[in-house]
């Protein structure tokens, strides 16, 4: 029985570092795309500013609806950074395999990302929608996770994947840019010592900074995709056609342009970058922490189950 356990290792530390961080982190994430999945009508604005949307819910005394959908962030956040994870260490080992190279350099890591990115926006694109509308519905108005996902046809449920494949890209310019800072970081600690790795401290400036770049590169397609797959108000519940016109990608950035101007497409940016870089790098710190743990416990799974003994090789 011919087990990937490197690849195994990265994927379940990964996708234990994504679990915690976004259970910590869940009810910013709400507020935030609650924040940018709404569009300015006839110039009104509902939310002013992020922290009207925690305001909203003190006031309605529904401060646990800012928890609304999080088991199915969670389920969703823990299968694609397991998928991701596990993609991205396979194909990077097997790259280096086959051509023989002692290091990857930029431009073959984007592929690799790009392409186990991808995979993981299929297989996770339903979780993704349904988490989305549930986090955006009105306060203690949420629905569970079956009811979300069989409301509407099939097809519905993968709205937005175009852009989540286009979105790719991030996660993509994200582990690029920290393998090639944790790379220069430990080049000195190699040379003393086989095991080095990255403390906890390093870990977290390094994910911030690569997640940083990537979201601000990145983030009008992210407000497009937000606003697609966004809960309908009780309003637009009632127009459903003119709902589905306005919930494709051009109509909504010819939206967004009309409604707000240029500026409206970074509307959130500074809640986005504060979410999404406290997430990654928290994500990415545990990782590197319970790695060495988890690779342990995998080989003793590994005797347990007696399976042939893999090559070792440095997490």
């Known amino acids: 029985m011919n087990v990937d356990l490197e690849s195994l290792a990265e994927a379940t530390s990964g996708a234990i570092g994504s679990l915690l961080s976004t259970t910590i982190l869940y009810p910013l994430d709400t507020c935030k795309t609650k924040y940018q999945a709404e569009a300015r009508s006839h110039g009104r604005q509902r939310y002013k500013n992020l922290s009207d949307v925690l305001l909203e819910a003190i006031a309605n005394r529904q401060v646990l609806s800012l928890y609304q959908g999080l088991g199915t962030k969670n389920l969703q956040s823990f299968i694609s950074q397991f998928v991701y994870f596990y993609g991205y260490s396979y194909f990077k080992r097997l790259y280096l395999e086959k051509s023989g190279y002692k290091s990857i350099g930029t431009r073959a890591n984007l592929l690799i990302a790009a392409a186990a990115g991808a995979c993981t926006a299929v297989v996770t694109q339903p979780l993704d929608t349904a988490s989305s509308r549930m986090q955006t519905s009105d306060f203690g108005k949420s629905k569970g996770l079956l009811h979300t996902l069989t409301e509407g046809t099939w097809s519905d449920a993968f709205d937005g994947l175009s852009i989540s494949l286009l979105l790719t890209s991030n996660p993509a310019i994200q582990y690029t840019v920290f393998d090639q800072l944790k790379q220069r970081a430990l080049k000195n600690k190699q040379n003393k010592d086989d095991k080095a790795s990255l403390s906890a401290f390093m870990a977290f400036v390094l994910g911030a900074i690569s997640k940083s770049v990537a979201t601000c590169l990145t983030y009008p397609a992210i407000r497009c995709k937000v606003i697609i797959q966004s809960a309908n108000s009780e309003e637009a519940n009632t127009k459903k056609e003119i709902k589905k016109q306005q919930k494709t990608i ?63 090789k440095n997490l």
């Open 250 to 312: 051009s109509a909504v950035l010819y939206g967004i342009w009309k409604a707000e101007g240029i500026l409206g497409y970074f509307k959130g940016l500074k809640a986005q970058i504060l979410k999404t870089v406290l997430s990654s790098a928290l994500l990415l710190m545990i990782k590197e922490k319970i790695s060495a743990t988890t690779w342990v416990l995998i080989l003793a799974i590994r005797r347990f189950l007696l399976l042939p003994s893999p090559r070792v």
